[in-house]
């Protein structure tokens, strides 16, 4: 009996002792590129130092320093949603910064990010710096005072010369005190008021890019005459199943009613069941709940995981022709296609001319939760083109700082969609990452998914999402 | 005992044999589809799984595009039309039209660039496979970075290897651990009188319920102040103490169901508590251990959020579960990497299932019955 | 009886004889002068030994190879090592001490775990139950007021009340009783056993990856669809969020629990079928017994504790059961449960006065099934 229990030990380690002697094991590939680099050269005198000069010149004395190399060898920690190639993307964007301050920024992403930088913040284990992917989390911790107010990081008038006045309303949040300061740095964007298309099929069959909504209804109507379904949609997404449609909402509020009315509508003043918000769901709500109109029937909607939707829309020849979602999407897109040849983007129309062109996005603020120079010449570094500009080249990011420059962009397709969002007449952030949690990330998704399964009507799906807008 | 009851117990045998194996092939059967399917998409591009089902891989009536061509500008789209032998509206041919032979001719695509095919059923297989899946999850993927300058460097993620030697040293000890202790504990709650058992014991099943992620704040506010945090013995402790109500309830049970004389009879020759489990206890609950041990096991090997909490996700100290859930992607546009990472995962607990399952064996208690 | 006494007594005799032999030097040692001496040295170089591995541990440039190992055998042996020197120091004192301190030796450690990591987060949950959403303010109750009025909450008790625990735990159990004994018979034993077992080790992400694809609406990938719509030629239909079948949609994915759990069962009753002395079932079969009487009148009284003990565990899986909700709907159409609800409010809502508040509830939801445990329990006698 005692051998057998030692078996059960020995077997245990004995697997250990087989994987250590695997070649595999041996520590020789840690394969991500964070390794701290040392300085090309050793901090040259102030003088010869041009970068160090631009930034002094903006007010931003500690990236100047940290251009000098006064922070050298320093460690500023980070984490963020993001990883695997949006990881390998940000790691190759600071690695010039990194090599020519010898800060180094030691970025650690991870999935369950809701989850674990809540704990984290909590626990008082948390990074130097955040990258958040909804202001509204942010919000949360900036009332509970753990975050640096940003302008005590980076000079507030240089912020107000290198971000659309929007922006830095989109940052400003109420603090521990209650009363509303910025808390964080916009990073980068993604565009979302954007209608996917097969090119090469769609010019084939001799369709025409709709740039009015009648225009749009009436080549929804030309298709579905030719014998095929116009839209591809698809609101499944695990836990946040619904947030497409919310994304729609949020794209017809700005089409159908005042940027006043929407920024109320957010700040839970203009209430789910008010006639504004009913008005732009049912604009779209026509197009979803006709069977003719969408692939594969209005009940696919609520089960078709989002990334698959497009899907269809590549097959030969396309078995849907529109697709409307934000630039991201085409990480889903099947491997090879080509924009410009399989695929083309267009602005998805405004409703009514008198709202303008507006435009919805989402995008990444960083907040930081101590405050050392060295992470001020980071936070700076971000609030610079020059922050975003490695991201921009290898695409997968579009920057929101006014001195970013288009050529910086590596795709065609960014740089089209860049130069889109500078035509817009206004910016609006995604209103469910701003609202709170329980509608934003909840009543919101999950009313609009009942909806649109049928289970209940509009106008009780829009008294519960009401109901749920914690007071 | 006549003969007659004899031979009717044979013949009740032969019958229960058949009726046993029968029915557990059905089970099994129908346990295993899933695990086959999951293991099948393992094997199938994105694309592939995306558009049709796992088993097109086994041969099936299909229908096959034996001739295909392109309606002239002269055919009437909108009336009826004679195309390939069959006549219908558009409708009818993208429904599809049986012709008398039994093929069938299908407009594919709409009325401006559609084409027309004529089928036939014939027996088909998707035999499409790929090992691109496993590549990616076990050499990791590879990453091309256009730099500012227009270049492009090439970047190579992480391997599996690092992230299976984490998940080793973590799950482990944090196997074994909670064990020992949970061992000691049955024990002393089984066999042992102290003031508060009762009290004590109560908590231990009152914890089972208590969802762990309560935990996970005060117990990484403790490590921080104690230093612990990223550490192994940290996140072993804490597998620990949240496996333990649970390994203290079961080995409580069948620590406790051993049969009571052969304490008694250990007592009497002048055995002590600590020498009666090591010697007698431990041996005898083999069974128990053994199946506890590949529960905790997994487990731990399974976990993401502990791990996540208490050392991090940085690539030298991930574990494996937290390189798979990396791997698709920060939009999860890479879940079907999942179908092989999930192979790869689950190969080792079973190898500690296969091998453990020998110490499940009758008789450990021979000739000793409860009395 | 007189002939299984006899024979325990017996196959036992030589354990008892080799222990006389360690006892020997520890006597020896007691009633020599270097008792205190070792008595404060042993516990000393132990807490020593253990220090410096950690430090090694934390510190080592070593390669992962090695330093898995020296972990591996530093933390099992650490806690072995101290388990032995905790009674030995015990044993040292008189045998009134020790039989008052020996059984905390036992349980001690196990205690002070499961305070630390369970028991005081638990009693601290409860304190921030009664503050508000930031935990600044004391609301009372207001937050289990809320808890009992929520209709997101209401049904999250029903699908955890009255299907997931009736349907996931019974069926769970009842499988894992029939494949255990069944392949108890088969030659197949060892190979049906693993194949039940395999979704167990599936990592739950990968289930959810292969049951969504057979719950797919589209029957082109969907096998679910794929057969209902072939069988009945009916639309296909959406198992998991259809508002038709509501709230039977909540069966699908305790269908999947059942697939996941039913390992678990299996293997607890398989280890304890085989405690069942084969003397007791041959004396039924002797006695005339057909194997469904053997079932009933023998194996399962016989089993009786691990059928209490794998039902109140599966029951407690359930009344906990998040992942395979998160994984396959994310607790929409209907399909939430009490943990969902629980994640949701304390991560996505950021609002810890209610969440906290759910996870008592969850704790006091458990209460029958701990009072009959100690009902069992406390028909125990030890020594």
């Given amino acids: 009996m005692k051998r057998q229990l030692f078996v059960l ?12 002697a695997c070649p595999g094991a041996q520590p020789a590939a840690p394969a991500q590129p964070a390794a701290p680099q040392q300085p090309a050269q050793p901090a040259a005198p102030a003088a010869a130092n041009p970068k160090a000069d631009a930034a002094a010149a903006k007010g931003l004395t500690e990236l100047a320093n940290a251009y000098k190399g006064m922070y050298k060898g320093t460690v500023v920690t980070m984490t963020g949603p993001f990883t695997d190639e949006d990881a390998v993307r940000f790691d190759n964007s600071v690695k010039e910064f990194e090599q020519e301050t010898g800060i180094d920024i030691q970025y650690t992403g991870s999935k369950e ?66 009363k509303p300061a910025m808390y964080g740095v916009w990073h980068r964007f993604n565009a979302k008021s954007l209608v996917w298309y097969p090119k090469d099929n769609f010019d084939a069959a001799g369709y025409k890019i709709p740039t009015t909504w009648d225009e749009l209804l009436a080549l929804q109507d030309e298709i579905v005459a030719d014998g095929d379904t116009p839209w ?34 957010v700040a839970g003043e203009l209430p789910f069941s008010s006639p504004e918000v009913k008005r732009a769901i049912e604009t779209f709500a026509k197009i979803w709940n006709d069977d003719r109109m969408v692939y594969g029937g209005r009940a696919k909607i609520v089960t078709t995981f989002f990334g698959d939707a497009p899907t269809p829309m590549f097959e030969d020849p396309p078995k849907c022709w529109l697709h409307r979602q934000g630039n991201f999407i085409t990480a889903f897109f099947p491997q090879g296609v080509q924009y410009g040849k399989d695929y083309g983007v267009f602005y998805l129309p405004p409703v009514d001319p008198a709202y303008g062109k507006p435009f919805l996005v989402a995008g990444d603020i960083m907040a930081a939760f101590r405050d050392r120079p060295e992470i001020r010449a980071v936070m700076q570094f971000f609030s610079t083109g020059e922050g975003i500009k490695g991201w921009l080249a290898a695409g997968g990011a579009l920057g929101m700082q006014k001195d ?46 009942s909806y649109f399964s049928g289970a209940v009507d509009l106008d009780t799906a829009l008294a519960e999402i009401d109901k749920s807008w914690p007071r | 005992m006549t003969a007659q009851a ?11 044999q058949v009726f046993v194996n029968v029915t557990l092939i059905l089970l099994v059967l129908i346990w295993t589809i899933p695990t086959i399917g999951l293991l099948i998409s393992s094997f199938r591009t994105r694309f592939d799984i995306q558009t049709s089902g796992w088993w097109t891989v086994f041969p099936h009536r299909d229908w096959v595009t034996v001739e295909e061509f392109q309606p002239g500008p002269e055919v009437d789209r909108d009336g009826v039309m004679n195309l390939a032998g069959a006549q219908g509206t558009f409708e009818e041919f993208r429904a599809g039209i049986t012709l008398p032979d039994g093929r069938r001719v299908l407009w594919i695509g709409n009325k401006r660039i559609g084409r027309v095919a004529v089928q036939e059923r014939q027996w088909v297989m998707n035999t499409n496979f790929t090992l691109e899946n496993y590549q990616e999850v076990l050499g990791g993927k590879t990453f091309e970075v256009k730099q500012p300058d227009g270049s492009t460097i090439t970047v190579q993620g992480s391997d599996f290897s690092s992230a299976f030697i984490n998940s080793l040293i973590v799950t482990l ?63 072993w402790l804490a597998h620990t103490g949240f496996g333990l109500p649970l390994a203290t309830y079961l080995l409580f049970n069948y620590i406790s169901s051993l049969p009571r004389d052969i304490l008694e009879s250990a007592f009497i020759d002048g055995a002590s508590h600590f020498t009666i489990f090591t010697r007698l206890i431990l041996p005898l609950s083999v069974p128990a251990l053994a199946s506890f041990a590949i529960f905790q096991f997994l487990w731990v090997w399974n976990d993401y959020l502990v791990a996540l909490i208490f050392i991090g996700a940085s690539p030298d100290s991930q574990v494996l579960t937290q390189r798979i859930a990396e791997m698709v992607g920060s939009r999860g546009n890479d879940w079907h990497l999942l179908t092989a990472g999930a192979f790869v995962s689950m190969l080792l607990p079973l190898i500690v299932f296969f091998s453990l399952q020998r110490f499940f064996v009758r008789g450990l208690l021979a000739g000793s019955v409860k009395g | 009886m007189d002939e299984f006494t006899e024979t325990t007594v017996q196959r036992h005799a030589p354990i008892e004889a080799r222990e006389v032999k360690p006892r020997g030097p520890l006597d020896w040692m007691a009633t020599n002068l270097g008792r205190i001496l070792i008595a404060l040295f042993v516990p000393i170089v132990t807490f020593l030994v253990l220090y410096w591995g950690f430090q090694f541990l934390r510190a080592s440039q070593a390669p992962k190879g090695v330093i898995a190992i020296v972990a591996i055998v530093w933390g099992v042996g650490g806690v072995a090592l101290l388990y032995v020197v905790a009674n030995w120091l015990v044993e040292q004192l008189g045998d009134a001490w020790r039989s008052r301190l020996q059984p905390f030796v036992f349980v001690g450690p196990a205690i002070a775990i499961l305070f630390w990591y369970l028991a005081f987060p638990t009693v601290r949950t409860f304190y921030l139950s009664l503050l508000d959403r930031n935990a600044q303010n004391f609301v009372g109750l207001a937050n289990y007021q809320a808890v009992f009025t929520d209709r997101n909450m209401f049904i999250a008790f029903r699908n955890n009340v009255l299907l997931w625990i009736p349907f996931g735990a019974l069926f769970t159990v009842v499988f894992g009783l029939l494949v255990a004994v069944l392949a108890d018979r088969s030659r197949y034993e060892r190979l049906a056993k693993s194949l039940i077992f395999m979704p167990m080790a599936i990592s739950m992400v990968g289930a959810g990856v292969i049951w969504n694809m057979i719950y797919a609406v589209n029957p082109n990938i969907g096998m679910l669809n794929a057969i209902y719509t072939s069988l009945t030629g009916n639309q296909p239909v959406a198992w998991k969020a259809a508002s038709e079948i509501a709230p039977w949609n909540n069966l699908f994915l305790i269908v999947v629990m059942i697939w996941l759990q039913t390992g678990f069962a299996m293997t607890i009753f398989s280890a304890a079928i085989k405690g069942i002395p084969t003397e007791l079932m041959e004396a039924g079969r002797v006695d005339g017994a057909n194997e469904v009487q053997i079932f009933f009148r023998i194996m399962l009284p016989y089993i009786r504790g691990t059928v209490i003990t794998v039902t109140t565990t599966v029951i407690i899986f359930t009344l906990k059961i998040f992942d395979v909700v998160q994984v396959m709907t994310g607790g929409q159409f209907g399909t939430q449960v009490i943990a969902t609800q629980f994640y949701r409010e304390l991560f996505t809502n950021q609002n810890s006065g209610y969440g906290s508040a759910i996870a008592i509830v969850l704790l006091i939801a458990v209460l029958p099934v701990m009072v009959y445990n100690l009902k069992q329990f406390s028909e125990r006698e030890a020594f």
């Fill in chain 1, 9 to 20: 030990f020995s077997l245990l380690l004995a697997a250990a002792l087989v994987l250590t």
């Fill in chain 1, 113 to 178: 990010f809701e989850a674990s930088i809540t704990v984290r913040v909590q626990a008082g284990d948390v990074p130097d710096i955040v990258d958040f992917p909804q202001p509204g989390l942010l919000g949360t911790f900036a009332r509970q005072g753990k975050v640096i107010p940003a302008a005590t990081l980076v000079p507030e008038s240089w912020l107000k010369q290198n971000y659309l006045q929007s922006w830095l309303d989109m940052a400003t949040m109420p603090g521990a005190d209650g």
């Fill in chain 1, 232 to 265: 591809c949609i698809g609101i499944e997404s695990g836990a946040a199943t619904g947030w497409p449609a919310t994304d729609w909402t949020e794209d017809l509020m700005l089409r159908t009613t005042s940027v006043e009315n929407y920024d109320k509508w």
């Fill in chain 1, 404 to 449: 970013v420059d288009l050529a910086w962009y590596g795709s065609d397709l960014e740089r089209d969609i860049a130069a889109l969002v500078n035509q817009a007449t206004a910016v609006r952030f995604d209103a469910s990452d701003l609202m709170p949690g329980e509608v934003g990330a909840g009543s919101f998704w999950r009313e609009m998914t």
């Fill in chain 2, 6 to 16: 004899v031979s009717r117990k044979k013949h009740g045998v032969s019958w229960g």
């Fill in chain 2, 173 to 235: 000890p944090a196997t074994v651990i909670p064990i020992l202790i949970a061992a000691f504990a049955a024990y002393g709650f089984a066999w042992m009188k102290f003031p508060g058992r009762r009290l004590l014991f109560t908590m231990v099943v009152a914890l089972l319920v208590v969802p762990l992620q309560i935990a996970l704040v005060p117990i990484l506010k403790d490590y921080v102040r104690l230093n612990l945090n990223g550490t192994f013995l940290g996140i």
